[in-house]
């Protein structure tokens, strides 16, 4: 089916409004803090909505696709687990409330602060190298989803010479985010990474109602416990054992790292930075618990949706279309990828197509000029920089900043076109992260929260942590690096996937960071790096009057809390503990009498209902505030100047450019 001019419009539309962001922005970019992080001017709304469309991606739906087709509803089940622990990160402000209060631009920078220059340098590679591989992969999958979705030929004739349609579409795609990143910086990204997420938020409510009214849902149900094979149940949690790669201990190992490796990341670096205060980063992230609702419902509702149409005879007229077309794709891990993207093909009508490609399109958008941003950023801030003896003229630094996201961008390229991969995305997420993530948690947590932590400590850490990761992704992907049988599985691969891998780093680091610790005698001064008390040069910690008891406090309400925020955050409180004993109980149930198939059909039928309702809710309710909040951005960026010297630099164990303390 060829894409009606319909869609195209609608795709039309969507990038023309961008692009007027895009120019508007342009003016606001007047030093480096502006073009790092959007002279810490944004609110809780706007960080809320664009750095969680930021995070999604083409790539991320693509990998969701994945995971739910092969798993059904059972990742939700054990992903219940992550609710109180997502939480208690977000009420408690973990990690990112105290590293937005060490006022840095990099999380490298905060280690120039806790640690030294050196590992600054160090730990900025580090988290390159693994950003740079991790991102390898975007754009190729994007491009080849719109490759495929919307027709293209493989080859187009540019003066009589054939070119590859793919090799185009990467083209485009790579310097689209390239010249969001460079143009406007983290404004731009963010103004537009907002009104991209504005969008999805209602498209995503739009082709939910769609697929709720579309298909009969027993016929899913039905489907699903009728195919499925044994230890594979797409209904049934706890009959996932045979399904090896997205079984019950791949997502027990995403809860715990989850809080192990919270804001160490630094695909949305801007983000961290950006927030107006501490407190309102604080808040965006209990906003994030509510914004993702219809978002994860129509991620997993679209590929069930998929599984019954390519499972159930009734549909072979979409499904003979789709197995036909799929045939002409080389390799069973793009097979897999592009899947449920070609049913979809088959199945939406004039319209919703071209929503579904607008919502796409800004997914990758938003995603590469996020991550493209952050990536070049990091090589100049924490690789480049360290070295200077002077500093950089706000023109001169933000014309590198330019040109090193541009070499990302060439880097993209290259790997996107001769890489292959064999991995699932998600399995690629987790083992190139690890190269950065394996180490980096302990090092974050122990240097914003342990006084006792030491430089030589982090060292270690980082470095085991890495070293296992590399050496797994090595054996992972050459066979003769495995002398013995025991190592590889049946299907040829390494007996332990990249979740594994990780969490073998993860809790060896730790332990390395602890031990080395504690046979040191260094006290650090917290207080002065995190601004508090007499260091709060900037006067970021604002009171509000409200008292809370030792309880609460516990929890993480303090007196920074309007009336509203309690609101909010006793809401949090609620849904998750709901969730939670829902999870108990009905997991004593099983072990003690066993829960049927019709048990859990009736369970999810009740937890789509709810997810839905309350989706459309907060669909609403985000409109209203992001509307606001933007206002509000604009306003503090023409009224707030931020000083030049404040570029990242760390002088005398101080941000450069801040103030004495009292």
Same mark, same amino acid.
């Given at each position: 089916?060829?894409?009606?001019?319909? %869609?195209?419009?609608?795709?039309?539309?969507?990038? +023309?409004?961008?692009?007027?962001?895009?120019?508007?922005?342009?003016?606001?970019?007047?030093?480096?803090?502006?073009?790092?992080?959007?002279?810490?001017?944004?609110?809780?709304?706007?960080?809320?909505?664009?750095?969680?469309?930021?995070?999604?991606?083409?790539?991320?739906?693509?990998?969701?696709?994945?995971?739910?087709?092969?798993?059904?509803?059972?990742?939700?089940?054990?992903?219940?687990?992550?609710?109180?622990?997502?939480?208690?990160?977000?009420?408690?402000?973990?990690?990112?409330?105290?590293?937005?209060?060490?006022?840095?631009?990099?999380?490298?920078?905060?280690?120039?602060?806790?640690?030294?220059?050196?590992?600054?340098?160090?730990?900025?590679?580090?988290?390159?190298?693994?950003?740079?591989?991790?991102?390898?992969?975007?754009?190729?999958?994007?491009?080849?989803?719109?490759?495929?979705?919307?027709?293209?030929?493989?080859?187009?004739?540019?003066?009589?010479?054939?070119?590859?349609?793919?090799?185009?579409?990467?083209?485009?795609?790579?310097?689209?985010?390239?010249?969001?990143?460079?143009?406007?910086?983290?404004?731009?990204?963010?103004?537009? %990474?907002?009104?991209?997420?504005?969008?999805?938020?209602?498209?995503?409510?739009?082709?939910?109602?769609?697929?709720?009214?579309?298909?009969?849902?027993?016929?899913?149900?039905?489907?699903?416990?009728?195919?499925?094979?044994?230890?594979?149940?797409?209904?049934?949690?706890? %009959?996932?054992?045979?399904?090896?790669?997205?079984?019950?201990?791949?997502?027990?190992?995403?809860?715990?790292?989850?809080?192990?490796?919270?804001?160490?990341?630094?695909?949305?670096?801007?983000?961290?930075? @950006?927030?107006?205060?501490?407190?309102?980063?604080?808040?965006?992230?209990?906003?994030?618990?509510?914004?993702?609702?219809?978002?994860?419902?129509?991620?997993?509702?679209?590929?069930?949706?998929?599984?019954?149409?390519?499972?159930?005879?009734?549909?072979?007229?979409?499904?003979?279309?789709?197995? @036909?077309?799929?045939?002409?794709?080389?390799?069973?891990?793009?097979?897999?990828?592009?899947?449920?993207?070609?049913?979809?093909?088959?199945?939406?009508?004039?319209?919703?197509?071209?929503?579904?490609?607008?919502?796409?399109?800004?997914?990758?958008?938003?995603?590469?000029?996020?991550?493209?941003?952050?990536?070049?950023?990091?090589?100049?801030?924490?690789?480049?920089?360290?070295?200077?003896?002077?500093?950089?003229?706000?023109?001169?630094?933000?014309?590198?900043?330019?040109?090193?996201?541009?070499?990302?961008?060439?880097?993209?390229?290259?790997?996107?076109?001769?890489?292959?991969?064999?991995?699932?995305?998600?399995?690629?997420?987790?083992?190139?992260?690890?190269?950065?993530?394996?180490?980096?948690?302990?090092?974050?947590?122990?240097?914003?929260?342990?006084?006792?932590?030491?430089?030589?400590? +982090?060292?270690? @850490?980082?470095?085991?942590?890495?070293?296992?990761?590399?050496?797994?992704?090595?054996?992972?992907?050459?066979?003769?690096?495995?002398?013995?049988?025991?190592?590889?599985?049946?299907?040829?691969?390494?007996?332990?996937?990249?979740?594994?891998?990780?969490?073998?780093?993860?809790?060896?680091?730790?332990?390395?960071?602890?031990?080395?610790?504690?046979?040191?005698?260094?006290?650090?001064?917290?207080?002065?790096?995190?601004?508090?008390?007499?260091?709060?040069?900037?006067?970021?910690?604002?009171?509000?009057?409200?008292?809370?008891?030792?309880?609460?406090?516990?929890?993480?309400?303090?007196?920074?809390?309007?009336?509203?925020?309690?609101?909010?955050?006793?809401?949090?409180?609620?849904?998750?503990?709901?969730?939670?004993?829902?999870?108990?109980?009905?997991?004593?149930?099983?072990?003690?009498?066993?829960?049927?198939?019709?048990?859990?059909?009736?369970?999810?039928?009740?937890?789509?209902?709810?997810?839905?309702?309350?989706?459309?809710?907060?669909?609403?309710?985000?409109?209203?505030?992001?509307?606001?909040?933007?206002?509000?951005?604009?306003?503090?960026?023409?009224?707030?100047?931020?000083?030049?010297?404040?570029?990242?630099?760390?002088?005398?164990?101080?941000?450069?450019?801040?103030?004495?303390?009292?």
């Amino acid at each position: 089916m060829e894409v009606h001019w319909i %869609d195209w419009s609608i795709l039309g539309a969507l990038f +023309a409004g961008l692009l007027w962001l895009l120019l508007y922005c342009r003016k606001f970019v007047r030093n480096t803090a502006d073009f790092l992080a959007a002279n810490r001017c944004a609110e809780r709304y706007i960080l809320a909505i664009a750095s969680g469309i930021g995070a999604v991606g083409a790539i991320s739906i693509i990998a969701f696709f994945e995971l739910y087709y092969n798993a059904g509803f059972t990742p939700v089940w054990w992903t219940m687990l992550s609710g109180p622990v997502a939480l208690i990160i977000a009420i408690s402000g973990w990690v990112y409330y105290r590293r937005r209060e060490t006022r840095t631009l990099t999380l490298a920078q905060f280690f120039e602060m806790r640690y030294s220059r050196n590992f600054r340098v160090f730990a900025g590679i580090l988290m390159w190298i693994s950003g740079l591989l991790n991102y390898g992969i975007f754009p190729a999958v994007s491009a080849r989803f719109f490759l495929f979705y919307c027709g293209f030929p493989e080859y187009v004739r540019f003066c009589g010479v054939p070119v590859e349609s793919y090799a185009l579409l990467l083209t485009l795609f790579i310097g689209l985010g390239a010249a969001f990143a460079c143009f406007g910086g983290q404004i731009a990204i963010m103004v537009t %990474d907002f009104a991209q997420g504005m969008f999805c938020n209602v498209a995503f409510l739009i082709l939910m109602v769609f697929f709720l009214y579309q298909f009969d849902w027993n016929d899913i149900f039905t489907t699903m416990a009728a195919t499925a094979p044994a230890g594979k149940s797409l209904l049934n949690p706890f %009959d996932t054992i045979a399904n090896k790669d997205f079984s019950a201990f791949y997502f027990l190992i995403g809860i715990v790292a989850i809080f192990y490796t919270s804001g160490a990341w630094q695909g949305n670096m801007g983000y961290t930075g @950006a927030a107006k205060t501490p407190h309102e980063a604080k808040m965006a992230a209990l906003l994030g618990q509510w914004r993702g609702l219809i978002q994860g419902l129509l991620f997993m509702v679209i590929p069930i949706c998929a599984y019954l149409i390519m499972n159930n005879a009734a549909f072979g007229d979409i499904a003979a279309p789709v197995r @036909a077309s799929l045939e002409h794709v080389e390799g069973a891990q793009l097979q897999k990828q592009l899947l449920v993207p070609m049913v979809l093909k088959q199945l939406l009508p004039v319209g919703l197509s071209g929503i579904f490609i607008a919502v796409m399109f800004a997914a990758m958008l938003s995603t590469d000029n996020t991550y493209m941003h952050s990536w070049g950023s990091i090589f100049i801030q924490d690789v480049v920089m360290p070295f200077r003896k002077r500093p950089f003229k706000p023109e001169t630094h933000i014309r590198l900043l330019r040109l090193s996201i541009l070499g990302v961008g060439a880097f993209a390229w290259l790997f996107s076109y001769f890489f292959r991969q064999t991995e699932y995305i998600m399995m690629w997420f987790a083992i190139t992260g690890a190269v950065w993530l394996g180490g980096a948690g302990v090092v974050i947590i122990g240097g914003l929260y342990w006084k006792r932590g030491t430089t030589a400590a +982090a060292w270690t @850490a980082l470095i085991i942590g890495s070293t296992i990761a590399v050496a797994g992704i090595l054996i992972e992907k050459y066979e003769w690096l495995r002398p013995f049988d025991w190592m590889t599985r049946e299907e040829g691969k390494f007996i332990w996937n990249g979740q594994i891998i990780y969490f073998g780093a993860l809790v060896i680091s730790t332990l390395s960071y602890i031990g080395i610790s504690l046979a040191g005698r260094t006290r650090f001064n917290l207080d002065r790096m995190l601004h508090r008390g007499r260091y709060d040069t900037a006067n970021e910690h604002i009171e509000t009057g409200f008292k809370a008891n030792r309880w609460l406090k516990m929890l993480g309400l303090t007196g920074e809390f309007t009336f509203t925020d309690r609101l909010l955050f006793y809401a949090n409180i609620a849904w998750s503990a709901v969730w939670l004993a829902v999870f108990a109980a009905m997991t004593l149930y099983h072990v003690c009498v066993g829960i049927s198939t019709a048990g859990w059909v009736l369970f999810w039928k009740i937890w789509v209902g709810i997810s839905f309702v309350l989706g459309v809710g907060t669909t609403a309710w985000f409109l209203v505030g992001g509307s606001l909040n933007i206002r509000g951005l604009f306003r503090s960026l023409r009224e707030v100047r931020s000083c030049d010297d404040d570029d990242g630099r760390v002088v005398d164990g101080r941000n450069a450019g801040e103030g004495e303390e009292a």
